[in-house]
């Protein structure tokens, strides 16, 4: 009985840590950069860049000229990313995958409703 309990106990562990380890590393503030070869760059112009947050529930995308907030409705994850959809319908999503997790490099896939897709780069502020 004692082997079973600390077996489960072993198990909900490991499902705990892995369940933050993939579904939130999302979360936080994420500064546009600029792909070039195989090298990130952050390009000053003189002016705030566009980022992204994830708060709670909620994504927040300040670009250079608008901003947009949005209610996540759910949430998938596969081998291509990490989904955010903000409909029911899965129109409009952000897809989110490490393209360099030790320095903090993300790949952004972002979609509104029937618009066409777009990829940007950001690193996360720690």
């Known amino acids: 009985m004692r082997k079973k309990v600390l077996s ?8 705990s840590c892995k369940s933050q380890d993939s579904k939130e590393v999302f979360k936080g503030t994420w500064i546009e950069v600029q792909k070039r070869g195989n090298e990130f ?9 566009e980022d992204i947050k994830i708060i709670n529930d909620s994504i927040f ?6 901003s947009t907030k949005a209610k996540i409705d759910h949430i998938k994850e596969d081998e291509t990313g990490v989904s955010l959809f903000t409909d029911k319908t899965e129109k409009s999503y952000y897809k989110f995958l490490f393209v360099n997790k030790e320095k903090g490099f993300a790949k952004w896939e972002i979609r509104n409703n029937d618009l066409p897709i777009v990829i940007k780069y950001f690193v996360n502020v720690l």
């Not at 995308?61 to 608008?66: A, D, L, T, W």
């Open 8 to 15: 489960l106990l072993l198990l909900s562990l490991l499902l």
């Open 61 to 66: 995308e300040n670009g250079v000229m608008e």
């Open 41 to 49: 760059l952050i390009i000053d112009c003189g002016y705030k860049g």
